[in-house]
């Protein structure tokens, strides 16, 4: 925390308007899942085979200069050298967060040394019937939660990443809240699903309102006990208590091709630098506020927790209200009638057959992955 307040505290000091937050480093796109609502392994065969080198990897984490590094993928457990690109952040004392889905992360941790620079972020969506509808794998839950149970075990900090969809039950997620508690990750990070463009199932992405009307009743009465690992004020943003613009180069991202414009959800061009990616993008076309119809339902925390973030320390205000949101437990009569109103039903017919076509890829990728080995 010190290291995050310190460098906002800089940037604000040599008058930077515009500053990265966290890279978003995306060194493959191949993946062990076929999640219906992922837009990043749409890509062709050889797209997929492709790897960013270490080397590569640090000369952008160079060039930005975020104290904080996310490691997206794909799945980077799949990467080759996974473990030298995050030894090598390491050495930068960058803070590392590896998102895995934790398929192969009991097999993988040998790999690695626990270190307060490395955090694994573990995809979860939610409890064992909602998680594996979500990623389209029937036992993804125990492996996810193995996996996190023998990494707090070997002294690992571990973290949970939990994107909801329309349909999601409110209560389930608070449950679902408890059982990572009792698992002993350090916090959890929401975040409500993005339309991309390439994902195979575009029926089940959340608007503005529900996404509003959903967190309201997740996040309202909440329990001491719960840790999130994200900023008061953007969980305040997704409750509907604040309003906030989109901060798209708050948390850049390079990948196979390049710096993404403008953000790691929209693909709008590349650039070969992070310097051309900051003055060659046009951030005023991008956000909600731009009128932009790609950005009108997003609240994915890519493109605000940022701005929460700035809002902390822009003024004493926003330092108080971040403190008090630490502790605040948001009591509200209405939310936890919310709480009781059943659940818009997916479309499970054709969930179940996007499952089952999704299952076919995965078994076809990991035989392939086999031979390849």
């Avoid at 890509?43 to 975020?66: I, R, S």
């Amino acid at each position: 925390m010190w290291t995050v307040v310190s460098y906002v505290l800089k940037q604000r000091a040599a008058g930077n308007k515009r500053y990265p937050l966290v890279l978003m480093l995306e060194p493959l796109f191949r993946c062990n899942l076929a999640c219906a609502g992922c837009g990043k392994i749409q890509y062709p065969a050889h797209v997929l085979k492709m790897n960013l080198t270490p080397e590569q990897c640090f000369q952008a984490v160079d060039e930005c200069g975020a104290p904080m590094v996310s490691i997206p993928g794909g799945e980077p457990l799949m990467h080759p050298e996974i473990d030298k690109i995050v030894e090598g952040l390491i050495a930068r004392k960058k803070y590392i967060y590896l998102c895995t889905n934790a398929l192969l992360l009991k097999e993988k941790l040998h790999l690695f040394k626990p270190s307060k620079y490395l955090t694994f972020s573990v995809h979860v969506d939610g409890e064992k019937d909602h998680h594996d509808f979500s990623v389209c794998r029937e036992g993804g839950f125990e492996l996810a939660v193995d996996g996190i149970r023998e990494a707090v075990a070997r002294g690992f900090r571990v973290t949970t990443n939990t994107t909801l969809f329309d349909g999601a039950d409110p209560k389930s997620v608070r449950d679902f809240f408890d059982q990572m508690t009792a698992l002993g990750v350090e916090g959890m990070m929401l975040s409500p699903g993005y339309s991309y463009d390439k994902a195979p199932d575009q029926q089940h992405f959340l608007g503005r309102a529900r996404t509003r009307r959903l967190f309201r009743a997740i996040l309202s009465n909440r329990k001491a006990s719960w840790r999130f690992n994200m900023s008061p004020l953007f969980l305040e943003f997704l409750m509907g208590k604040r309003h906030y613009a989109c901060t798209p180069w708050g948390m850049p991202t390079y990948n196979l091709f390049g710096w993404q414009k403008p953000c790691y959800l929209l693909q709008d061009g590349y650039a070969d630098t992070f310097a051309e990616l900051m003055e060659s993008t046009r951030w005023e076309n991008y956000g909600t506020e731009s009128g932009n119809p790609k950005c009108a339902n997003c609240m994915v925390h890519s493109g605000y927790e940022a701005s929460a973030v700035h809002d902390q320390f822009s003024s004493w205000k926003g330092f108080f209200a971040t403190v008090r949101g630490q502790f605040a437990k948001y009591p509200d009569e209405a939310a936890l009638r919310m709480l009781d109103e059943p659940v818009k039903p997916v479309h499970a017919p054709a969930g179940l057959v996007q499952l089952e076509k999704a299952q076919l890829k995965v078994n076809a990728k990991e035989e392939e992955a086999e031979v390849s080995a």
